[in-house]
């Protein structure tokens, strides 16, 4: 019988092995990735039938990452890790086409019970998540996050790398385009979101968690 075929990312090395470890035994992992762009690239590669993302992860998050994969037709299911055990973590990525979302507390012991949910086509959720998620969903609308509902997807990268202190040459030869147009980016971003300066905006992506 063919082994369900799963892509990890976490930039917590430490972390990332002991989860790989621990799926080895149950799945086939067939990478593990440090960033999300990174983590794109492997989607691409390797196909797999179940991605397992964090959130939080250095130049694209796990959520925007995810979303750029789902935007190219893969079909990899998808449970997000993620340390906060609020409600509104798990609400914000189920909405964004999750399929699963599990405490980083509960991975050692939830998580291979999550991806056999997830690629068998039903939701996952961890039961220590705090909050009635499913009421949450059917009042809220069907978007992803409701607060930074303007901006596009290249904004959000760059208002994700801004944060993380690339300068305007490096997120330009990240993402291969011109320093003007990472410039005209990040202006528009900041007319949308009513700030005045790159620390307001860098504040904002903290307190959005795109960081």
């Known amino acids: 019988m063919r082994r369900i075929s799963v892509l990890l990312a976490d930039d917590h090395t430490i972390l990332a092995e002991g989860i790989a470890t621990l799926l080895k035994k149950h799945f086939n992992v067939v990478g593990v990735a440090a960033n999300g762009q990174e983590l794109v690239t492997y989607a691409r590669q390797f196909r797999p ?21 789902k935007k ?11 340390m906060h055990e609020e409600a509104t973590t798990a609400v914000e990525a189920l909405k964004a ?34 909050g009635d998620i499913y009421s ?10 409701p607060r930074i509902p303007s901006l596009s997807p290249r904004q959000r990268e760059i208002l994700q790398l801004t944060a993380e ?3 305007m040459k490096e997120i330009a030869d990240l993402l291969k385009i011109s320093p003007r147009t990472v410039e005209s980016h990040k202006y528009s971003s900041m007319q949308i979101l009513g700030l005045k ?15």
């Open 97 to 130: 086409g999750a399929d699963g979302c599990v405490t980083k507390r509960s991975a050692s012991t939830e998580l291979v019970a999550a991806i056999n949910e997830v690629f068998s086509g039903r939701t996952y959720v961890s039961p220590g998540i705090e």
């Open 49 to 69: 039938d179940v991605i397992v993302t964090d959130i939080a992860m250095p130049l694209l998050n796990g959520i925007d990452a995810m979303k750029k994969i």
């Open 165 to 167: 202190g690339k300068s």
């Open 197 to 211: 300066s790159t620390a307001e905006l860098v504040q904002y992506a903290i307190k959005m968690r795109l960081v």
């Open 136 to 145: 949450m969903l059917d009042k809220s609308e069907n978007k992803f996050d």
């Open 72 to 82: 190219e037709g893969l079909r990899s299911k998808f449970v997000i890790l993620t």
